[in-house]
């Protein structure tokens, strides 16, 4: 059974940073594809970031492009996402997912899902 669980979700003023973790058990992280997805209140889960096994592969949103870094640590079973730069519309829960293959920016492709965490960005 994989597992995963995402922590480092908080309260921060617009134009801090958060880092996110997400921590993998129960399978071999390091043939999974990573993705982080989000969903703000009243509106539809959507992508954020995912990067492929070796890293080798990485794709952002449009909307977090320079400020949200992906990373990934192969021996710790865990998946990063460094927030900078946030904004008011950053708020949301944010999910990390997993799946073997390619990249994907489609949530369907993923198998395996957090439980969330919120991050919510004040003014």
């Known amino acids: 059974q994989v597992q995963l669980v995402e922590s480092g979700g908080g309260l921060v003023q617009a134009g801090g940073s958060l880092r996110l973790s997400c921590a993998v058990s129960?399978?071999?992280?390091?043939?999974?594809?990573m993705g982080w997805f989000r969903q703000a209140p009243g509106k539809e889960r959507e992508f954020v970031a995912c990067i492929s096994w070796s890293s080798g592969s990485i794709s952002y949103a449009d909307s977090v492009k320079g400020r949200f870094t992906i990373s990934r640590d192969n021996a710790k079973n865990t998946v990063y996402l460094q927030m900078n730069s946030l904004k008011l519309e950053d708020t949301a829960v944010y999910y990390c997912?997993?799946?073997?293959?390619?990249?994907?920016?489609?949530?369907?492709?993923?198998?395996?899902w957090g439980q969330g965490t919120q991050v919510t960005v004040s003014s």
């Open positions: 129960g399978g071999t992280f390091s043939t999974y594809v």
């Open positions: 997912a997993a799946d073997r293959g390619w990249p994907s920016r489609n949530q369907n492709y993923y198998d395996y």
